[in-house]
Nanobody
Framework: QVQLVESGGGLVQPGGSLRLSCTAS????????IGWFRQAPGKEREGVSC???????AVAGSLKGRFTISRDNAKNTVFLQMNSLKPEDTGVYYC?????????????????WGQGTQVTVSS
């Protein structure tokens, strides 16, 4: 059974860091592109970052320099390291699987999604 499970969210103060994990079961994670998306209350889902099967990575423009994506094949897990967090980073963060190349632009091209993990940046 294909499953993606996110973890690592929580409450953090502005300027703090979190590392989110996306652990896969039922398939080998590095056989697919994996994307991270987020959704804030009242807003549309937006792309955050992705990693392709070859290890190519992309981060949404406004998040470059603060967010980093990586993959641990032995753990079948993709990580999203988030630094210098801001209140506007608050939202539910999802990981998803896609056949083909990495994309942060087309969430509808991703076929399997995790349940999400809440990130709240607040003092």
């Amino acid at each position: 059974q294909v499953q993606l499970v996110e973890s690592g969210g929580g409450l953090v103060q502005p300027g703090g860091s979190l590392r989110l994990s996306c652990t896969a079961s039922g398939f080998t994670l590095d056989s697919y592109a994996i994307g991270w998306f987020r959704q804030a209350p009242g807003k549309e889902r937006e792309g955050v970052s992705c990693i392709s099967t070859s290890g190519y990575t992309a981060v949404a423009g406004s998040l470059k320099g603060r967010f980093t994506i990586s993959r641990d094949n032995a753990k079948n897990t993709v990580f999203l390291q988030m630094n210098s967090l801001k209140p506007e980073d608050t939202g539910v963060y999802y990981c998803a699987r896609r056949t083909g190349g990495c994309s942060t632009v087309y969430p509808n091209s991703y076929t399997y999604w995790g349940q999400g993990t809440q990130v709240t940046v607040s003092s």
